[in-house]
Nanobody, 119 residues
């Protein structure tokens, strides 16, 4: 089992920045990939960014590319999502997820952290 706890959400004005953190505990040695997802009110959950554990390779949704950066600190078992130039459409609950399979199957999820961007 892997436990995930997100933090860092809040209220920010458009154009501002936030950094989300996701602290993992438990069987973190089984995790192959970490991802960030988000869900806005009335919408389905969507992929935001992911990072592979072994080589640090990353991928982003087109909507956040060049504005968001995912990174990891293996010594702390923590993944970060640096969000710059935030827009009102970035408002959502952001979730951290862990994939032990390396096949984009996220079996573990955090409780989420709210990000609200005001115009």
């Amino acid at each position: 089992q892997v436990q995930l706890v997100e933090s860092g959400g809040g209220l920010v004005q458009a154009g501002g920045s936030l950094r989300l953190s996701c602290a993992a505990s438990g069987r973190t040695d089984t995790v192959r990939r970490m991802g960030w997802f988000r869900q806005a009110p009335g919408k389905e959950r969507e992929f935001v960014a992911r990072i592979r554990r072994n080589d640090g390779s990353t991928a982003y949704a087109d909507s956040v590319k060049d504005r968001f950066t995912i990174s990891r600190d293996s010594t702390k078992n923590t993944v970060y999502l640096q969000m710059n130039d935030l827009k009102p459409e970035d408002t959502a609950v952001y979730y951290c997820a862990a994939d032990p399979s390396d096949y984009l199957q996220y079996d573990y999820w955090g409780q989420g952290t709210q990000v609200t961007v005001s115009s």
